[in-house]
Structure formats: C-alpha cells, structure tokens
C-alpha cells in the first residue's frame, strides 16, 4: 500500500528534521547565509511543511501567530534586529509534525489521486512535492552546519537505525 510507504518515509522525515535542528548549534542560530540568518532557512522549510503536504489552499488554515508577510520568503533579507527564537520553532516544527501524523493516519491509497478542496493538484503530488522541497532545504542546512562544524548530522536513509541516543546525532 502506497499510504504504508508515506506513513514509514513521513515518519523517517521528521525525525531527520528535529535531529537536523538539534544539530544547529546556538552559535550558528543567528549567522547569515547569502544574508539570511539560519533561523529563517528553518522557518521557511517549515512554513513549506505546515502549507504544502496537506492542502496549501485550505480556506481554514491559519498562520502561526508570529508569521508576518515576508517571514518565509528565502528572498527577503530580514533585519538584523530580526529573530524567531529556537524555541518558537521547536514548538512549531512539533505542532506541523502532530498536524502531519493526524493527516497520514487517516489517508487511504484512494485518496492519493485526490485533489484536497479548492486545490488543483492531487494529494499525491503534494506529497512528492512537500519531499522535494522539504528535503531540498532540509540539505541546505545540512551543508551549513558541516561546513561550520565539520559535523554530518545522522540520517536514516531509507533503513538505517533510529539512534539510541538523545538528540542530537551525529555520524561518527
């Protein structure tokens, strides 16, 4: 069942995501790439997750309240007095992941071909699309703390083991 595979691949992504945010040490949290800060490089990744992998045209959904018209937009330098607290954004990334979780329990292969209301694309290709885009970001970050680190933060792959240990992880 194609929902089986989401739910194992979905479930697999988010944890990669709070392991990849745990990664970023509080040194790194404010400094700028290409000007933007990294704290927006996460907003954005997710902001993209909360809008992109269920229904990015549902008329009910709401932004987070400290979202403001630019926030997301990788393309929008923000001021240097300018920050979203990691706290803010673990507790966002945990609330998009539980929104998520409720989402996959219930979809059914049928549902797959689709198209959520007032949208024009299937649930499928929002789902392929949010993986691209998610992990496309997701890999940005990556290639930010390595190069300030010189630490790889664990990913699962496709099989690889859940770690044992507390977040974060690192490849050895």
């Known amino acids: 069942m194609l ?12 944890w990669e995501t709070k392991n990849l945010m ?10 700028r790439y290409d000007g933007i800060p990294m704290w927006k490089y996460v907003y954005h990744m997710l902001y993209s997750m909360d809008r992109w992998y269920i229904n990015p045209c549902d008329a009910n959904y709401t932004d987070p309240a400290f979202h403001t018209a630019t926030l997301a937009d990788l393309n ?19 609330q998009i992941s539980q929104k998520i ?4 329990l219930v ?5 797959l071909c689709e198209n959520p209301e007032n949208c024009d694309m299937s649930r499928f290709r929002l789902i392929l699309g949010q993986f691209r ?3 496309r970001h997701m890999g ?9 680190t010189g ?15 507390p977040m974060p992880n690192y490849f050895e």
């Open 3 to 14: 929902r089986d595979d989401i739910r194992y691949l979905t479930e697999r992504a988010l």
């Open 22 to 31: 745990k990664c970023i040490p509080d040194a790194l949290w404010e400094k």
């Open 76 to 94: 929008i330098v923000p001021a240097r007095d300018e920050s979203l607290a990691r706290p803010l954004l673990e507790d966002y990334f945990d």
């Open 101 to 104: 979780r409720n989402y996959i």
């Open 107 to 111: 979809l059914e292969d049928s549902m």
């Open 133 to 135: 885009h998610w992990h």
């Open 140 to 148: 940005v970050i990556y290639g930010f703390i390595i190069e300030d």
């Open 151 to 165: 630490k790889w933060p664990y990913v699962l792959n496709m099989c690889r083991a859940y770690p044992d240990t």
